[in-house]
């Protein structure tokens, strides 16, 4: 009797050995997930670092933008004032002035433009040259 006992053992031994082998190699599965998921990790982490460095780059580009417009709108606001007031200027001569002389472009019609300001034409005519 001590044969099938030996047997059965063999048997049980023979049965462990291919369960530690399929445990092996689920551990090795899990190492090499593991170890993908940690160069995923490095990579992810490398992708958010890269982020976190532009973003601050147009954040300090965002701020150098702020602080020159923040110098320039002083000159900005004053160049607007004297645009309006050269505006105004202009309204008032153009009121107060003669443009019977510019009745003839009226008649064309051009829009009321002294002739200073008027494009030149060509020589022989033909604008297209």
């Known amino acids: ?3 099938p006992n030996l047997y059965q053992q063999y048997l049980l031994l023979k049965g462990l050995a291919k369960d530690i082998e399929s445990i092996k190699v689920r551990l090795d599965s899990l190492e090499r ?3 993908q998921g940690r160069n995923e990790h490095v990579g992810l982490e490398q992708n958010f670092d890269h982020a976190e460095n532009e973003l601050s780059k147009e954040s ?7 602080n020159d417009f923040d ?3 002083p000159h900005l ?3 607007w004032w004297r645009l ?9 001569a153009y009121n107060q002035s003669n443009w019977s002389a510019f009745e003839p472009y009226q008649r064309l ?5 002294p002739p200073i300001l008027r494009l030149p034409e060509s020589v022989d005519g ?3 040259q």
Not at 60 to 66: A, E, I, P, T, Y
Not at 84 to 92: C, F, K, Y
Not at 109 to 113: I, K, L, M
């Open 60 to 66: 300090k580009r965002n701020s150098d933008f702020r």
């Open 1 to 3: 009797m001590a044969t």
């Open 109 to 113: 019609g051009d829009p009321v433009t």
């Open 71 to 73: 110098e320039i709108k």
């Open 33 to 35: 997930s593991q170890s």
């Open 84 to 92: 309006g007031n050269v505006e105004q200027a202009l309204a008032e």
């Open 126 to 128: 033909d604008d297209n």
């Open 77 to 79: 606001a004053s160049m």
